[in-house]
């Protein structure tokens, strides 16, 4: 089966602008969560949705930050206006269900905001 | 909170040498324990997991061993390859729906 895709795989934009990310989970998995690593620092988490409803949106830093999952299938993070400090790897991960056997990540999408 | 500590890095090691990565956490209740491992490149991936006390979780010569008594969870090896070279992420996940991640080993093999 096919993993989680996300792109781009990189962007580089400027502060104050917009940028997009996109998530597409393996098919069938409800669950879906956003991941973001700062800096060489911990991979923290952003968000969680099943299917197209938010279950948790306690990580995510501020209003600059819109996550949607129309449809319940693919998701997109949009960052507007950026902030260098929002430079990092998204990483994206979808599960078929709830329980402790793990995820399965996204390559990640590298943001670089100058 | 719940979170995870981790041995920083980056570390550098001969090829057949013996690796122990430091991981520690803090949580309520009884979390689940993994080590995530991330090639050049590619995503994440699940390395090995431990559900509960005394549990060691194995993968690919790695080994990893569940320490309730000592809130500890290191990554072991016998023997490093160059392939192994990659960045390793303790975390931990107490309900299953939000992983805790650590800072992240970069590790470096050399022949």
């Known amino acids: 089966e096919a993993g989680v895709t996300q792109f781009p795989s990189h962007s580089v934009i400027e502060k104050g602008q917009t940028v997009t990310l996109r998530c597409d989970p393996i098919s069938g998995h409800d669950n879906l969560y956003w991941y973001r690593r700062v800096m060489g620092k911990e991979i923290k988490f952003l968000l969680h949705?099943?299917?197209?409803?938010?279950?948790?949106e306690s990580g995510m830093p501020n209003n600059r930050f819109l996550a949607e999952r129309t449809g319940g299938t693919y998701s997109t993070l949009k960052v507007q206006p950026a902030e260098l400090e929002d430079s990092g790897v998204y990483f994206c991960a979808s599960s078929q269900a709830r329980g402790r056997v793990g995820y399965t990540f996204g390559s990640g999408t590298r943001l670089t905001v100058v | 909170g719940d979170s995870v500590t981790q041995m920083e890095g980056p570390v550098t090691l001969s090829e057949e040498a013996f690796l122990t990565i430091n991981c520690t956490y803090t949580a309520t209740g009884y979390p689940s324990l993994f080590w995530y491992v991330q090639y050049p490149g590619e995503g994440l991936q699940l390395l090995l997991k431990a559900t509960k006390a005394d549990d060691k979780g194995s993968n690919k010569g790695f080994e990893a061993t569940y320490r309730k008594e000592t809130t500890s969870f290191h990554l072991e090896k016998g023997s490093v390859q160059v392939s192994d070279s990659a960045v390793y992420f303790c975390a931990l996940s107490p309900t299953g729906n939000q992983f805790y991640f650590g800072t992240g080993t970069s590790l470096t093999v050399i022949p």
């Open positions: 949705f099943v299917k197209e409803s938010k279950q948790d």
